[in-house]
Nanobody
């Protein structure tokens, strides 16, 4: 599975951004799709995950109520809609996929995209 993330950029605090991650190589209909973020020198941090049928979602406390994760299985794509962005949301965002797990632990995921930078100006 290859994952290609896009949609990052510069946004003002309070603004919105929608990232996307397209999977290729095989269909990921039965995979958990997730987003993590990372600052230089820091551990990769869980953001959100969505189960393979899209019926279950999980969010980090820091983004609950502001971020919404969704997926389009027909397009093999996962989206986090990020609203009310804060300067502390700035990071490199990575999408991840796994056939088995539905967790918030980065090491549990087998497949990773290359990351897309999100910058939030105050």
């Amino acid at each position: 599975v290859q994952l290609q993330a896009s949609g990052g950029g510069l946004v003002q605090a309070g603004g919105s951004l929608r990232l996307s991650c397209v999977a290729s190589g095989r269909t990921v209909t039965s995979y958990t799709l997730a987003w993590f973020r990372q600052l230089p020198g820091k551990e990769r941090e869980f953001v959100a995950a969505i189960s393979w049928i899209g019926g279950s979602t999980n969010y980090a406390d820091s983004v609950k109520g502001r971020f919404t994760i969704s997926r389009n299985n027909a397009k093999n794509t996962v989206y986090p809609q990020m609203n009310s962005l804060k300067p502390e949301d700035a990071a490199v965002y990575y999408c991840a996929a796994d056939r088995v797990v539905f967790t918030s632990t980065p090491n549990d995921y087998d497949y990773w995209g290359q990351g897309t930078q999100v910058t939030v100006s105050s």
